[in-house]
């Protein structure tokens, strides 16, 4: 069977996020982007495993980036943290995430970052669950307390950016893709890219003969 190649300029590619630390991720890769921010309930269903949840809320962001051309490639994500196998949530406020980072302290949480590189014209999503496991620090609450004030992060899975000071919660981390912890796993992305028949050095080769 041959492989057939396509440059990403055959292509919109879209990441289906807010968030500024995927965007940041994704700018690694060299390639041009369109950004989309979907809108969807991001509540768990009823006895739903971890890795279900992640999955399932990284192919409904998705599904859900609309294009009238439908030529679009589609990047999402999705976290969700668990200890003892429950799923931890985002904390929303200070006192909830103050909360969640005394239960975690001294323990072992799984962050189940799901990936979906979907593509709108042939209806095709590629996902793939990347599990990291973090030990937290063992830290005073003083301490706890002065890193939320200072970073705030009250819309992050497990209450603390790793790629911000909160990797200085952390005191061991687990995973094939060293990215996948900050949201958006660029191993797993650059094999679905591959496999979706797109050459990323071939991309770059083409930007710069451009320029």
Request: aromatic share 4%; proline share 4%; net charge negative.
């Amino acid at each position: 069977m041959q492989l057939i190649t396509h440059s990403l300029t055959d292509h919109r590619l879209i990441l289906a996020s807010s968030s500024p630390y995927r965007r940041e991720l994704l700018k690694r890769l060299r390639i041009h982007f369109e950004i989309d921010v979907p809108d969807i309930d991001e509540t768990a269903l009823p006895n739903e495993k971890p890795s279900d949840t992640a999955l399932r809320l990284a192919e409904a962001k998705a599904r859900a980036i609309d294009s009238s051309r439908r030529d679009a490639l589609v990047i999402s994500a999705d976290q969700v943290a668990t200890l003892d196998g429950r799923q931890i949530g985002k904390p929303g406020d200070h006192m909830s995430a103050l909360r969640q980072l005394c239960m975690m302290r001294g323990r072992c949480v799984d962050f189940h970052t799901a990936l979906c590189l979907y593509d709108q014209q042939n209806d095709i999503p590629r996902c793939v669950d990347v599990v990291t496991r973090v030990r937290f620090r063992s830290l005073s609450d003083i301490e706890l307390d002065s890193y939320l004030r200072i970073e705030q992060p009250y819309d992050v899975a497990g209450s603390a950016k790793s790629e911000g000071l909160g990797i200085a919660l952390l005191e061991e981390v687990n995973s094939d893709d060293p990215t996948a912890l900050m949201g958006l796993p660029l191993i797993a992305l650059t094999s679905m890219l591959c496999e979706a028949g797109i050459s990323l050095f071939n991309t770059i080769d083409t930007a710069r003969r451009t320029r």
